[in-house]
């Protein structure tokens, strides 16, 4: 049966922006036969590079589940309702937070601060330095934000702060004090829900992530892959546990699952997005 692979971003297909060539002939090799490639990611449609987009793959799920691509057109917008995102960012004004949304993201200067102090070749850090500062925000800017990260100085005020949070958000960690609300409707497992009934014929979905907000559809998917850098709650929901990104684990994952035939691997090559 043909099979629909949904892929993580940071520490699945890439790390700080740079994919392992390796990652891409397999692909490459998985679409021509016949399988499908969806990037399945909590990042919104602004916080990521063009060449991304420019590799054309099947469709795009961003956002946690809450705006779906399919060929290039979007087919699923669900923003976060202003009154929530306002209300976030009231209660959560003294951390360093993000309005992050799918043409525009605005960060604290906070968080500004924070991404500073990340390695020079962060690409991600470098973008979110780039986003404008949220007091910049507009009424009508906030009709496209998804999802609010953010990150707390102690345990004491995140669980301050979480208690606040309306029933129908969520809170995924990620980190020690950091995190993300979203919509409790929308996740990554709604993603391929959505996908796979996107189309008439039949086909298994299979996921491949790392980290804790891939777990919703690590367990959702047929089947479930970690990487082998992921974190151990991760491990514990795979089906298959695959060698690390940069020692070709995107590509022994496919060909475990015989989507691929055996390529020559020549070592890891990266293709990466300019610095910003």
Known sequence: ???????????????????PSSALEA??????????IYINTGRTRCEVPQFLLDLNFDGYCFGAGSEIIIDNKQVFFKPLEKRDTKFIQHIAKDTGHSLEGSQMTFTSEKNRERMRKFHVDNRMGNRFLSFPDISEITD?????IMKISIHFDSTAQREEILKQIPEHLTFTNFMHLGGEITQKEYNKATAIQFVKDYYNE??????IGDSENDLTMLNYADISVAMGNRVDCVKEKADYVTDKIDND????????????GAINLDGVRWICSPRI
């Open 27 to 36: 692909i490459e090799l998985a679409r021509k036969n016949g399988h499908k």
């Open 1 to 19: 049966m043909k099979k629909i692979i949904f892929l993580d971003l940071d520490g699945t297909l890439w790390t700080f922006e740079q994919i």
């Open 140 to 144: 009508k800017d906030y009709e496209q």
């Open 249 to 260: 684990g995107l590509y022994k994952a496919f060909k475990y699952l015989k989507l691929i």
């Open 202 to 207: 039949e086909y298994e979905t299979v996921a």
